[in-house]
């Protein structure tokens, strides 16, 4: 039996060599390997894929994310509320500069930010909530806006697992204050190394982040502010221009995925199959069961034996992760949270996942969960 890997680049880049490589070659032979029309071009790109009029490219999601608060005044003294079902770096940027972090329970069948939660955790302190679309499935942002509105609150998009993804027709990372992507390889839009951008309708914010993102100068050798350096590549902005117009098919192939998942699992007894939430369309990042009779490693176990990777996102929350011990978390507080922490398995999802291979995956599933193992 073949075995399933949790993803596959080389099939993808595979499909596109022939593209990438020409363009890969044409930056080799520019000589501009730092900014550039390369960097241009793909900043245009995807604003225009967003219909969104800013887009300023850094280096990773994790820079966006810290460019961001930076750019809103983020700091020392405030509040930023957000989930603690993510990866580490949407908390990790609000304490690098400074501010703190307000974990919020999350609803167990988005994965998402409670909505309820939220309101109840705002403090004259609050300054912003950082909303993930974790997984590629957007959270309610009409709700989301109307909450940040009430309380005078900046919105932050997390959609660094979201590219493409959509809530009421409208792309994510658009409708708040400020949407930060990441180009990481294995994301829905992947570079061949690090990457990521910032986009905004706020043309005044987008200036300020391409300040503190080029080590606070408004001229050259002329500083302002303490900023950083944080730079796409013009490699991976000329291998992003070629991937970007197959973001869309490679989403639908996902969401064909998803669908056939939903056909197969739903009816099996101790799995719970994830659901696009109405209104929103999910790109899905990864397709994560809740494994609700069983332990969750033990299935897992079982896959490993017949060839099939699946993987644990994520396996502890972020209020109880030990550089948070400070921030006075306890165990028991986030019920939701920590059940789901204990449940969640990702099964292979990617575009170049053929039927056959997830018929594998079910099969596998199946057997695991109704033989002893
Ligand atoms: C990947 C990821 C990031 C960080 O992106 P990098 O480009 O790896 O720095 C931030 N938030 C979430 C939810 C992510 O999945």
Known sequence: MKKIPPLDLTRQYGAIATQINAAVAEVL?????????????????????????????????????????????????????????????TAETISAVGARPVFVDIYPQTFNLDLDGIEKAITPQTRAIIAVHIFGQPMDMTRLMAIARRHNLIVIEDCAQAAGAEWAAEKLGTIGHAGCFSFFPTK????????????????????????????????????????????????????LSVKLPFLDPWNDRRRALADRYYQFLSELPGVIPPRELLGGRCVWH???????????????????????????????????????????????????????????????????????EQEQVVRGLKDCLTKEF
Not at 219 to 239: H, T, V
Not at 294 to 306: C, I, M, N, S, T
């Open 29 to 89: 032979a520019s000589g501009r390997y730092i900014g550039g029309s390369a960097v241009d071009e793909f900043e245009e790109q995807f604003a225009a894929y967003l219909d969104t009029p800013h887009c300023v490219s850094c280096n990773s999601g994790t820079d966006a994310l810290f460019l961001a608060l930076r750019a809103f005044d983020i700091g020392p003294g405030h509040e930023v509320i957000t989930t603690p079902f993510t990866f580490f770096a």
């Open 188 to 239: 829905n839009l992947g570079a061949f190394g690090d990457g990521g951008a910032l986009v905004t309708k706020d043309e005044a914010i987008a200036s300020r982040v391409r300040r503190l993102k080029n080590h606070g100068q408004s001229g050259k050798y002329y500083s302002e502010q303490i900023g950083i350096n944080s730079r796409l590549d013009a490699l991976q902005a000329a291998i």
């Open 286 to 356: 990864q397709y994560t069961i809740q494994v609700s009779d069983r332990p969750r490693d033990e299935v897992a176990e079982g896959l490993q034996k017949r060839g099939i990777a699946s993987m644990v996102y994520y396996p502890v929350s972020l209020h109880l992760q030990p550089v948070y011990q400070s921030l006075g978390y306890r165990s028991g507080q986030f019920p939701a949270v920590e059940k789901i922490c204990d449940r969640v398995l990702s099964l292979p999802i990617f575009p170049e996942l053929s039927d056959l």
